[in-house]
């Protein structure tokens, strides 16, 4: 058994990110455990035809580690996880990684003050347990009758198989998301045929996407000032789509863009009117695309305003009652958000697993830390993400809190904190109190925001700037702070 100060599970942008930062604080003992071959996370797993950030690559980066270099305004799949790999190699972490490795338990043992923990490749024991497996990783398969009997090709976006040519193929798309959105208008040039079934319409805006000039790179590596203020400029721009985000009333203006952007695209009232949504922009996750109406357009594409609800041997049927013929399925289903599976596996104080504490409600304290799981920080956890900003800011923010706890921890002598249960309430009775009034809760549709028991355990309803003062210091006094045995 091998001892560390601190554990991370996950080797994506949060995982490495974190182990960056901590060594920056002097924390060197850091071990991070990634189930795939390498580094990347969902930038590594995520490689469909268009796959795209919808932040700007200025923002969409880490701030101690900027990329003069991007080539375009929101950065495509190969480019960021180029940029991850990069980090790695730039910050020499590569000794901290045990890639192919999966952790199976993870439990917190008061005697030791540890948590214990057991991997596919050994156990070990850590200080901290940090959980960086991100809501991104494992992709929802849906529950649609008969899907075991599909006879043609089945995969789902974020799998992607690329051995199988579509060139000549009849595809069925499930899912109308930010993925089918992207690889939608790809596939459409290959395929014979394309069939979208839609459940719900959704917003989408045009994307401001260009290639940042080669003068652009060059001032950046000369003069990477240029480039802080670019993406200064960038974050607080997209405060103002949080503030419209937090007051409904405000989305009136982002809200008729996008419809000018539809009515611009598609001329067809009876298509225009399928693909009008019946909420508010931003309750779902807003959309950026400037050719996926175009695609949905073109003579070789179908959209079915209708869910599919049976798929049969050689063809999918939709709530309309008509079967349509398809070779290939692609599930554009999007990803299990708020039931993240390594929650079955962290085992807290009573040896409760953070799925049984939650019970379908992912809870915690300012998105990072869970009462009677003691030392374990959660990275992108309950209630900390947002419809407008960047998720390394995030990452930064709750990764500077963990540094500043075990620094706190070590110079008052303690061994481990536990967040008060009562702290962790009463923030969570403010943060869905402040949730009603926003797009999130009160824009008339139905969204992964959402749990399974219709509780709102993604959004933190401030802004960035207030999520980043909340984090700055670890508050003793609202946890229980137990000595080093």
């Known amino acids: 058994r091998r001892d560390v100060e601190v554990a991370i599970i996950g080797g994506g942008l949060s995982g490495i990110g974190a182990t960056v930062m901590l060594r920056r604080a002097g924390i060197d003992d850091v071990v991070v455990f990634e189930r795939a071959e390498q580094p990347g996370g969902t930038w590594r797993d995520n490689t469909y035809p268009g796959c795209a950030c919808d932040v700007p690559s200025p923002l969409y980066s880490f701030s101690f580690a900027p990329n003069p270099d991007w080539e375009r305004l929101y950065a495509r799949q190969p480019e960021i996880q180029a940029y991850t790999r990069a980090i790695v190699e730039r910050h020499g972490i590569e000794g901290h990684l045990r890639t192919g490795t999966d952790v199976l338990r993870a439990s917190w043992e008061s005697r030791l003050q540890r948590w214990l923990i057991t991997t596919t490749r050994g156990n070990w024991t850590a200080r901290a347990l940090v959980s960086a497996t991100g809501p991104w990783s494992e992709p929802v398969i849906p529950d649609i009758q008969g899907l075991d009997s599909f006879e043609g090709k089945v995969f789902h976006s974020s799998r992607w198989d690329h051995a199988h040519d579509l060139r000549g193929a009849h595809v069925a798309v499930v899912g109308t998301g930010a993925s089918a959105v992207q690889f939608v208008p790809q596939i459409r040039r290959k395929a014979a045929r394309v069939t979208v079934f839609q459940r719900t319409a959704q917003w989408v805006l045009p994307k401001p996407d260009r290639q940042i000039t080669t003068l652009e790179r060059s001032l950046f590596r000369r003069l990477p000032i240029t480039q802080r ?257």
Not at 238 to 252: C, D, K, T, V
Not at 318 to 346: H, M, N, S, V, W
């Open 229 to 485: 203020l670019v993406r200064e400029t960038i974050y607080y721009a997209s405060e103002l789509a949080g503030f419209a985000e937090r007051h409904p009333w405000a989305m009136a203006g982002f809200q008729r863009i996008a419809y000018s952007h539809l009515r611009r695209n598609v001329s067809d009232p009876e298509l225009r009117r399928s693909l009008t949504p019946q909420h508010t922009l931003g309750c779902k996750r807003i959309l950026f695309s400037n050719d996926w109406y175009q695609a949905l357009t073109q003579a070789n594409v179908e959209l079915v305003p209708h869910p599919a609800v049976e798929i049969r041997p050689q063809a999918v049927l939709a709530a309309d009652g008509i079967e349509r013929c398809a070779d290939a399925l692609i599930l554009g289903t999007g990803f299990t958000i708020t039931d993240l599976p390594i929650a079955a596996r962290i085992h807290g104080l009573d040896s409760r697993t953070l799925a049984e504490t939650w019970r379908g409600s992912p809870q915690g304290y300012l998105g990072t830390t869970v009462s009677g799981f003691p030392n374990l920080f959660m990275v992108l956890g309950p209630n900390v993400g947002n419809g407008h900003s960047s998720a390394t800011v995030l990452m930064e923010m709750q990764v500077n809190y963990l540094i500043q706890t075990l620094q706190a921890l070590k110079r008052d002598g303690f061994a481990s904190a536990d967040v008060q249960l009562q702290t962790q309430e009463r923030f969570n009775a403010e943060v869905q109190r402040r949730l009603q009034r926003t797009v999130w809760n009160s824009g008339g549709c139905t969204s992964y925001y959402l749990d399974v028991n219709g509780r709102n355990s993604t959004i933190f309803p401030g802004s960035t700037l207030e999520l980043r003062r909340r984090l700055r210091r670890f508050d003793p006094d609202a946890h229980v702070l137990t000595s080093t045995p």
